[in-house]
């Protein structure tokens, strides 16, 4: 099945530092939103943008809908031990279907 | 306010045998959705339940099917199982309208392995 690119798809990072994610599309979507899933558990959202150019906040998280609305962007600021998970993007191309098409993931790993 | 539940947590059976996998959905949410999740693998979209009928439908073959009850709650079917058909099957509930502010809620998963 169709699925997003994410890079990079693993990074190990020292506690404190900022960590960038990416991630890309051939084709246009809607609605960009951004999951942490952590082992043996469902996707939680952490961010979700309608807009493109959007620049969107949750705490030490920002994300961005890129303006061509091909590509998402994900940061996060300080990094703590917690931050420990694998991070998916998803795109929705028309609202109220739920139809999300899922990257491919980055696997962050902290070191404290 | 209970999340998405669903239920077995894992599961095994074999090859050839058909599984049932439950799914109730947040408070206040109508529409569900089921997702298979290969290992090292994102989500892939299976089909999407609204008003006890299937709505939209991902690249999956006829032996994935769904049913949905007048309380929400949903059931996945998969029958003639395959060990490819071993993944976390997970359940998403959200509400219909789908503006902003109503994305999808995900369950635990189920982990069925097929040996």
């Known amino acids: 099945g169709q699925q997003l690119n994410q890079s990079p798809q693993s990074m190990f990072i020292q506690e404190g530092e900022d960590v960038s994610m990416n991630c890309t599309s051939s084709?246009?979507?809607?609605?960009w939103l951004w999951y942490k899933q952590d082992p043996g558990e469902g996707p939680v959202l952490l961010i979700a943008?309608?807009?493109?150019?959007e620049l969107t906040s949750n705490g030490r998280l920002t994300a961005q809908f890129g303006i061509t609305r091909k590509d998402s962007f994900l940061n996060i600021s300080a990094s703590i031990p917690s931050d420990v998970g694998i991070y998916f993007c998803?795109?929705?191309?028309?609202?109220?279907?739920?139809?999300?098409?899922f990257g491919t993931g980055t696997r962050l790993k902290v070191l404290a | 306010d209970a999340g998405v539940t669903q239920s077995p947590t894992h599961l095994i059976k074999t090859r050839g045998q058909q599984v049932t996998l439950r799914c109730s959905p947040k408070?206040?949410?109508?529409?569900v959705s089921w997702y298979q999740q290969a290992l090292g693998q994102g989500p892939q979209f299976i089909f999407q339940y609204y008003e006890e009928e299937e709505r939209q439908r991902g690249n999956f073959p006829d032996r994935f099917s769904g049913h949905q009850f007048p309380n929400y709650s949903s059931e996945l079917n998969v029958n003639a199982l395959l060990l490819g058909d071993s993944a976390l099957y997970l359940c998403?509930?959200?509400?219909?309208?789908?503006?902003?502010?109503?994305?999808?809620?995900f369950g635990q998963g189920t982990r069925l392995t097929v040996v």
């Open positions: 084709s246009i979507f809607n609605t």
């Open positions: 998803a795109g929705q191309r028309t609202s109220g279907t739920y139809k999300y098409i």
């Open positions: 408070s206040g949410h109508d529409t």
């Open positions: 998403a509930s959200s509400p219909l309208w789908g503006g902003e502010g109503t994305e999808a809620f």
């Open positions: 943008l309608y807009k493109a150019g």
